[in-house]
């Protein structure tokens, strides 16, 4: 009866994973974490990853939305998975990223150092 059961699950599991993958790989979909199987079909962690976080700045901003250009004292802004940002492939004096920058890698938040010569990321 056990036997059963596990080939009913390993069926079920089948085919809801329709995609086949490389046998013995491991990859990353989103946060998470793929194994792919000797028979091609991947079996994923299933965290929930954050595809946009919103984060709020203290310092000062201007903004121009034909309201007089008004002024204040904290913004928010949209942040993308890192996949979804275009990179700049250049910087000069070294600079691998724009200071103070923030992306998403994986589940991770990730700011630019201030001098701009790399990431420093939350590990999660």
Not at 25 to 45: I, M, Q, V, W, Y
Request: with cysteine.
């Amino acid at each position: 009866m056990k036997l059963l059961i596990l080939i009913v699950a390993t069926l079920v599991v089948g085919a809801l994973c329709s995609e086949q993958c490389v046998p013995g790989t491991t990859f990353k979909e989103d946060c998470n974490t793929c194994r792919c199987g000797e028979n091609g079909l991947k079996a994923c962690t299933r965290k929930m990853c954050p595809s946009v976080e919103t984060v709020v700045a203290d310092e000062p901003y201007a903004r121009n939305d034909n309201t007089n250009g008004t002024t204040g004292s904290s913004t928010t802004e949209s942040i993308t998975s890192a996949d979804e940002k275009e990179e700049v492939a250049e910087h000069t004096n070294g600079q691998v990223c724009t200071p103070n920058e923030i992306k998403m890698k994986d589940c991770n938040r990730c700011r630019c150092a201030n001098n701009g010569i790399g990431w420093f990321c939350t590990r999660k």
